[in-house]
């Protein structure tokens, strides 16, 4: 099969990961670019399009992880939040204990993808018809 036709590695190591590093009862923090499309983060907490989130069982609620994104809910500053983060955007899993973990590399699958959403926002080149007004007695 042809690289560009593989599911991405990333939510598969991911999981294992994060497995492990719950199943040792260590704290799981990820580094998420801020940037990627899709992303939904506080964004007062942004620094130089990254933030790191603590995703243990305990800090979040409602925490789904499936192939595309993790979603949950988390408390900033007191106030809850819901928290979207695409795969693609995620750049690190490590436990905060001992800084074990992994730095996910760009795969092809996630910058397809990227292309993909820029070339649908794009701006129509085509200029926009002239409105069309006519006379109601």
């Known amino acids: 099969m042809s690289p560009d036709k593989l599911l991405p590695k990333r939510p598969y190591l991911f999981r294992a990961l994060y497995d492990w590093i719950i199943d040792n009862e260590l704290t799981p923090q990820i580094v998420v670019n801020a940037s990627r499309h899709g992303v939904n983060v506080p964004r007062e907490y942004v620094k130089d399009e990254q933030i790191i989130l603590n995703i243990a069982p305990h800090a ?3 925490f789904v992880m499936n192939n595309e994104a993790i979603e949950f809910n988390a408390r900033f500053n007191g106030v809850m939040q819901a928290i979207y983060i695409p795969m ?5 899993l490590y436990a905060r204990e001992n800084n074990e973990g992994l730095g996910f590399p760009p795969e092809l699958y996630y910058e397809q993808q990227a292309i993909n959403v820029a070339v649908e926002e794009a701006p129509s080149t085509q200029p926009k018809p002239k409105p069309a007004f006519k006379i109601v007695k």
């Open 60 to 62: 979040v609620g409602q």
């Open 88 to 92: 693609a955007a995620i750049e690190a």
